[in-house]
Every structure is written in C-alpha cells, then in structure tokens.
C-alpha cells in the first residue's frame, strides 16, 4: 500500500504554529522541541564539565566540592571499599528495597545525625527515608512541604549553595534569602541574620547549613545558632537543616550540634543529610530525609505522605550504596576505620588551608587570611565572576563563579600553581 500524501497528514500544532511530522519534516519545521532556548550550564556541575572539555595538561578542578587524596586521585575510603567486598561475596540479588529504603541504613543514619541516645529516637519522633543522595533528600522534603503548606515561602542564606534556590522554586516556592555574608569582616553577618529571621513570616521554611557552610565556609558559633533556633521557635518558622558535610568541620558529634540543639527546642524540623562526601559514596547517591514530629503518631502519617512522594518519583530508592553505608556504620571495625580515614581527609583540608596561605603570603598576598579561618571544604575567595574566569580561561584553574574554590582539590603538586594563579587574577578589576 502506498503511504498517504502529505496533505492527509494530520495538522498538529504548537503554540499555534503547524508541527511538521517527521515523515515529511524539512529542516526549517518546527517541531515540539525546536523553540527551547539553551538552559545555561549549571554553576557547579557545569565548571566540571568545562574543566573535562579543557585539553590543556596541569588544569585543577577546585570547583566541584569533591575530596581528592594528596595525589590529586578520587578517594576510595578502605572501609568502604571492606564493605562493598562483604557485600559482593554474599552475590545477594538485587530486591527492590521498601519504598522509604533501607532499613538497617535509616536506623544508622537517625543515630548518627540525631545521638543513638536521643530521646527524639526513643518517642519515635523522627521518620527518616533513603534518598537520592542530599540533593535528593532536599527536593523530597521540599515536594512534601509543599503539599502541606503550599503558600510558605523558603528562605535560603545569601549566599547559598545555588541549587538551594533552583530546587526549592521548582518545588513551587517563592525563595529568598537572609542576610549571611558579611564580605567587609570576613564572616557571617550575624545581626543582619537574626534580624531577617525575626521579620520572616510564621510557617516560614528556613534553610540552614548545620555545618561547612556551602559556599562561604563561615559557621556560626554555639551561641549564634542558639540565638537562630530561639527566633525560629518563637516566630513558628520552619528550620530545614542541610547537612551534607557532617565530620567535615570538627567531628560527626560536634558538627550536628545545630540538628541536636533544634531536637531539644522545636516540635517539627526536617534534616537532609549526605553520605557523598563523609564515605566518598558520591555517585552512588546515598542521602536522608529526616523529619521530625510531634509525637509517634504523626510521624507515621508523615512517613506515609513521604512514602507517595518517593512511589510517584522513582518508586523505591537503590539498594547498593545503602548496603555499603548501613554495613560501615553498624560495624565496629569499619566504623572505627572510617572515623580514622575521615579525621584524615578534614585535617589534609586543613593543612591545604594553611598551606595555600603561606603560598599566597609568600607572593605577597597578606588579606586572604580567612582561608584558614574557613570550614570545611570550601573557600569563598573574595574573587569577582571576572576574576574567576580568568582563573579558568588563562590558568586552568576552575572554581566557580561566586568565587568558590574546593580546597579539597588542592595538594602539594597544584597548590604553587593556584597561588600564582589567584595572585595574577587578582591585578584584574
Ligand atoms: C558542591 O556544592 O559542589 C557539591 O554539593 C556538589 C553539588 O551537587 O553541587
């Protein structure tokens, strides 16, 4: 049978303009896609993929907030790697998990962000579900947060981890920010905080880096944050704690000092936590959602809500990085490892920290000390947009355009030339 002739085709349209079917499509027909203008590259994972388009030998990737050993090379912590061989030898199949994940791994993870001693743990209180890594964990508490309180609107620090902004906005927020960055001091503008927190309206969701604020690297002291948590609770806002860097500061115990001060103050507060950075599980997406509740009862109605939120995304989440966390944290040996090999990575951090300021002192640099008074893996250079292009067009060197450089990328073989780097961009204004 010959096909029909092109004037039987049916006549679709798109925003009111004919749509060629292919069958019959010249190059110049417009086509469901073909108005799309280019979105721009994502400001963190898009330096990674300019940096991997760099053909140029000697380039250093300090954008991404990626550790990476003293050679230069991707970290694989020995126990995970003790854990995923456990794992391996047992040749399991590989079952769907339950729809809110691994249970082994969510009773880990509440411990370990909340204090297996907590008496939020005791009451169940607290409804934790796996997630796709931090990221993950942040858009199902902000997809669930919607559904209950739909006009709230989201305050994020300014400045934020820049998917903080993306996320929550496709979510449905309206999203602003508080005062954080004090750029003339150098440190957090802790007035300027409290002080728009104070003006939030009720029911207002406010998000909070618990530690190794991302991209600053400035935290707030015990008494600043109790000061932040006493607002929250007075104003009825909503703390939603982002923890990626947990063990990244001081310590897994004292960097959650935010999450336990919230346990002991506020009646509903959510966590997100991350286990891409503590056990260089990154691709492997292992994160948590944790909210807290009023009692037992409501966090199992809370679970159940969360439980349609994950179904009606990607069903049930993966079981591997799951196994190999909850595997680490439930044994002693690998914890105790990990512990070690984590103190390690946070003190290499540091070092890199006082190492690049020598470097830069040394070219007669003396108003970036601040790169030691910084946590976590993150520096807020005090570069401009300008100034960090040219890091990356004339040096090789890629940070970010906010002027975040991941300090954790530095060693002794790159760290002479980042600093002659920043010192030359540095003439630019
Ligand atoms: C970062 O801030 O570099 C990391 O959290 C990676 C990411 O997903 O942005």
Redo the contacts with the bound molecule.
């Keep these: 049978m010959k096909p029909p002739r092109p004037e039987a085709y049916p006549v679709r349209t798109h925003n009111g303009k004919p749509v060629a079917l292919c069958a019959e499509r010249k190059a110049t027909d417009m086509t469901l896609f073909s108005e799309l203008t280019q979105a721009p590259a994502d400001p ?2 898009g330096v990674t993929e300019a940096f991997k388009a760099d053909e140029r030998t000697g380039k250093v990737n300090l954008g ?2 990626v550790y990476l050993d003293g050679e230069g090379k991707l970290l694989l912590l020995g126990c995970v790697a003790k854990a995923a061989d456990r794992i391996a030898a047992i040749h399991a199949p590989h079952a769907y998990l339950p729809i809110d994940g691994l249970g082994d791994y969510l009773d880990q993870v509440r411990e370990l962000v909340f204090c297996a001693d907590s008496p939020l743990l005791a009451d169940k209180r607290v409804v934790t579900v796996e997630a796709l890594g931090g ?1 993950g964990a942040l858009r199902l508490g902000a997809d669930m947060l919607h559904e209950v309180a739909p006009g709230a609107k989201v305050l994020v620090s300014d400045p934020s ?1 820049e ?1 903080h902004q993306a996320l929550f906005a496709r979510a449905g927020f309206e999203v602003g920010t508080y005062r954080y960055y004090d750029a003339t001091n150098r440190g957090v503008d802790v007035e300027g905080m409290l002080a728009d927190l104070r003006d939030a309206e009720a029911g207002t969701i406010v998000v909070l880096h618990a530690c190794c604020h ?1 991209p600053t690297g400035y935290d707030l002291d015990h008494e600043q944050w109790a000061k932040v948590v006493d607002i929250i609770a007075e104003r009825d806002l909503v703390a939603f704690c982002d923890m ?1 860097y947990q063990g990244f500061a001081e310590g897994l115990a004292e960097d959650a000092f935010l999450v336990r001060l919230c346990a002991g103050k506020l009646d509903n507060f959510l966590v997100a936590t991350s286990f891409s950075k503590s056990l260089t599980l990154y691709g492997q997406r292992v994160g948590a959602l944790s909210v807290v509740c009023a009692d037992a009862a409501e966090a199992e109605r809370l679970r159940s809500r969360l439980k349609i939120v994950i179904r009606t995304n990607y069903s049930n989440p993966p079981i591997f990085g799951a196994l190999v966390a909850a595997t680490v944290l439930s044994d002693e040996e690998l914890r105790t490892d990990w512990h070690a090999e984590l103190a390690t990575m946070r003190e290499r951090i540091k070092a890199m920290r006082t190492a690049l300021l020598t470097e830069l002192q040394a070219r007669g640099i003396d108003d970036m000390g601040h790169v030691v008074v910084q946590r976590g893996m993150f520096s807020y250079t005090g570069l401009t947009a300008d100034q960090m292009r040219a890091l990356r067009t004339d040096h090789g060197v890629y940070g970010t355009d906010a002027g975040r450089i991941c300090i954790a990328g530095l060693n002794d073989t790159n760290l002479a030339k980042v600093a002659d780097a920043i010192a030359a961009v540095r003439m630019i204004r």
Excluded: D, F, R
Aim: aromatic share 12%; hydrophobic share 55%; charged share 0%.
């Design positions: 963190i994972l991404v907030g990221t981890w998917n991302n990626a």
